[in-house]
Each structure stands twice: as C-alpha cells, then as structure tokens.
C-alpha cells in the first residue's frame, strides 16, 4: 500500500501524525500532506505546539500564536504559544479567584502557588495537550494534521493521561463521599438544601479534557500515525522501540515512511568515495528496514537537493510523497 | 503565619457563610422555634459536630491530593490542579496549619 491508498481507503481518519525522532522530515511531511489534501479539496489544519516549531520556517510565514492563518485554498497551518497559553490560564485562574472572593489582590501563598505552577515541567505538556483539545473540539476541518513533538513528549503524556484518569476517579469518589456528608448534615441541621459542589463539576470537566485529548491520541477509528525514519540503523532501532511503546498505549500505528533516501542511480556517475559510501550503507539499512517494517513501508522519500521551504518545493514533495501531480 | 490577607479570606467566608444561613435556614420563631432547637441540641448537635469534623477531614485530604506540592509533595502536575483552586482558596490557609502541625500529618487525616 502506498500513502495515496491509506487516504483513499481510510476516509474517516482525519487526525494524521507523524512521529519520529527529531530532525527527520516530520514536519515537512505534515507540510506536504496537508498540501496533497488541500489539493484534493479537503479543508486541512495543520498544526505544531512545538515551542521550536518549524512550520513558520516551511511555509515562509510567521504564523507563530496567531491562530489558524491561511496559507492558500483549503490549507491552514496553526503555531501554538504554549508559553503564552500557561500565561493566560493563570491569569484566568487569578481573575477568577479575585471574582468569587471579591479580593483586589491575590492572598501571597496562592499567589506563589499560581507562580511556581508554570516552572514545574510536566505544565508545558498538559498545557499544550489542553491546547490541541480546544483546537480539535471544533471540529470545522476535514484533517487535522498534528506536527508531534518529539516521541518523548508523546509517550509522557499517554501515560500521565492514565495515572490522571485513576487519580480523578479516587478524588472523584472521595468528593461523592463528601457530598453525602454534606446531605447528612443539612438534614441534621434542618437546612432545605446543600449548596451545588462546583468542585465535582470542575472534576468532571477535566474527566472530559483528558479522556478527549488521550482519544486522539488513540482513537483507531479517527487517527492514522505514521513513522518518520531515515536509512540509518541507529534510527531504525529507536524507531522500532519507540513503535512497541505506542503499541502498548494502543495509538494506531499505521506506517512508516523513509525519507532522505540517495538515489542509488547516482552510483554510475562520476561520484565521491564518500557518498559511494553512503549509498551502500543506506541499502544496507534499507534491506533491514523492508525485513522490520515490511509491507508497513508506505512510502520512500529521495533526499532534497534543497530545504523544504515554500509551496513550490512542498508541492515537489507532495508529489513524491503520493506519486501524483499536482497543479 | 497568618498574614493580613488569609485573614481577609476568613472573615470572607465567614460572610459567606452568614449569608447562607439567612437565605437556606429559615427557623420560625416562637415556643415550636425553641423546641426545635432543644430538641436539635440535645439529640442530633453532637452527631452534626461529628459529622462535620469528618468532612473538613475529607476536605483537607482532597487539598492534599490535589494540591499536594503546595507543601512540597509533588503529586501530579498542577495543570488542571489549578482549575480547581479558586474553589479551595477559603480552606488553604486552615488546610496548611493542620498540615504542617508537629505531629505526623498523616495521623491527621483520619
């Protein structure tokens, strides 16, 4: 099966990843996907919550924390701030407190608490996780077109989403318990009613935001994720450990791609020893790659005379990519 | 420990608190006003302290749970840990002095 035919045979998966170590053409194959689909007439997003994002860079455009912007007919890309957004919701939350308590000032300790908040780690992550719910709850794309942070982030954050899904359901049941309480000592005291708990409404809210954000991740009705690999053999075997790890948090694995492959007419010609070299070594690796993957391989990618930047070259991939030309 | 601020949070709830009762208790007055509150005194007041003790218990574990590295014990990150802040703020500065008394705060719990 090639790339096109994925597409073709799978109209319904509309999440499309690409993962992989860095620095190996993911984000220049999110680039020409979602200019393959736009030319197909598919309304296509497709976007990056990496702080180094490169889709800025590949479109010749800066597009960074300024919501969806069009790049032409059907295509839109889309940086997210993640830093920005933390900064937003802590001064969403401050409002917030200052609202319900009527204070001017935040009191010191909570305020420190919302300031230290943004320096723990795992923040940027779940930040940015809650940023693709809100980008794909809405729902007006037919793709959306995930340029993935390194594997690392990825797999951290599936497993967080289910250490997070058995904590929120022991707090949950701790709060019913609460609630019961609460019941019990109106009808002791004689009040009519109990106050509403915002807190298990607030539970139920994150429930949902996590259930929704790991579903994309994981959804084998909806999402295609699709490899990224060089003929390399130290990359070939941090891509299959990394496939086993995905396996097991059931993110469907749909193919691999190669890319930066040389073409091997080139040894004919009048070439270097060392690129000779790099030839024979990358056949090797080749070899492997069809023994691992098999008849996973979707795809294999020449290497760029150029960098991947602007839609001319993008559409020379696209073309690549799905054997097809397009105008 | 108590700063000017957390006693403003206090004396907010304390308000607050005032309010609900005017609006939720509404006890007639008169001789059937004081033989229900003899009779609420006598049998069912003891039992509503217990009550009540056991729930602020239970609200104080939550904070802990969810508001844990507030004390320096890292629990989960505090994303959505912070949606669930201005909720407790009233309770922060009461769920700190017990937490933080000298004996084992794990005693306290229960």
Not at chain 1, 223 to 247: G, N, R
Not at chain 2, 84 to 89: A, G, I, S
Request: some cysteine; glycine content about 6%.
């Amino acid at each position: 099966m090639s790339l096109a035919d994925f597409f073709k045979q799978y109209p319904n998966r509309r999440y499309i990843m690409y993962g992989g170590k860095g620095g190996l053409g993911k984000t220049t194959f999110s680039a020409a996907t979602a200019y393959y689909l736009a030319k197909k007439g598919r309304r296509v997003l497709v976007f990056s919550v990496d702080p180094q994002a490169s889709l800025s860079d590949i479109f010749e455009r800066d597009i960074f924390g300024q919501g969806n912007v069009e790049i032409m007919e059907n295509l839109f890309a889309c940086e997210v701030d993640a830093d920005k957004r933390i900064q937003d919701y802590q001064e969403e939350i401050r409002k917030k407190i200052m609202s319900m308590y009527g204070m001017k000032k935040i009191p010191e300790e909570i305020e420190s608490y919302i300031k230290a908040s943004s320096a723990e780690p795992a923040m940027e992550e779940s930040a940015i996780f809650d940023a693709v719910v809100d980008i794909v709850v809405k729902g007006d794309f037919d793709y959306y077109i995930y340029d993935l942070v390194p594997l690392g982030h990825a797999l951290y954050y599936l497993s967080m989403a289910s250490i997070y899904d058995a904590w929120l359901e022991k707090i949950t049941k701790l709060r019913e318990q609460m609630r019961e309480y609460d019941e019990a000592i109106a009808v002791m005291k004689r009040e009519e009613e109990t106050e509403e708990d915002q807190i298990y409404n607030e539970l139920m809210y994150i429930k949902d935001r996590i259930g929704t954000s790991s579903k994309i991740m994981t959804d084998i009705a909806k999402t295609a994720f699709f490899f990224v690999l060089t003929p390399e053999e130290m990359t070939i075997v941090d891509t299959e450990k990394a496939a086993q790890l995905f396996a097991r948090y059931n993110v469907p694995l749909s193919g691999y791609v190669v890319n930066r492959v040389i073409d091997r007419a080139l040894l004919n010609e009048n070439i270097p020893v060392y690129l000779k070299n790099r030839i024979e070594m990358q056949a090797e690796a080749l070899k492997i790659i069809e023994e691992t993957f098999g008849s996973f391989v979707l795809g294999t990618v020449p290497e760029f005379d150029s960098e991947i930047k602007g839609l001319e070259i993008i559409r020379n991939l696209a073309e690549v990519m799905f054997e097809e030309k397009l105008q | 420990m108590i700063t000017k601020n957390s006693k403003e949070i206090v004396a907010m709830e304390a308000k607050k608190e005032e309010k609900k009762k005017k609006t939720t208790n509404k006890k007639p007055g008169g001789v059937v006003g004081f033989i229900r509150d003899f009779t609420y005194g006598m049998a069912t007041h003891g039992m509503a302290r217990h009550a009540l003790k056991t729930r602020s218990s239970m609200e104080h574990l939550f904070i802990l749970i969810t508001m844990g590295d507030m004390l320096g014990i890292p629990i989960l990150p505090p994303y959505y840990s912070l949606r669930l802040l201005p909720h407790v703020v009233p309770q922060i500065t009461t769920w700190k002095r017990r937490m933080l008394r000298e004996k084992d705060f794990v005693e306290s719990l229960y």
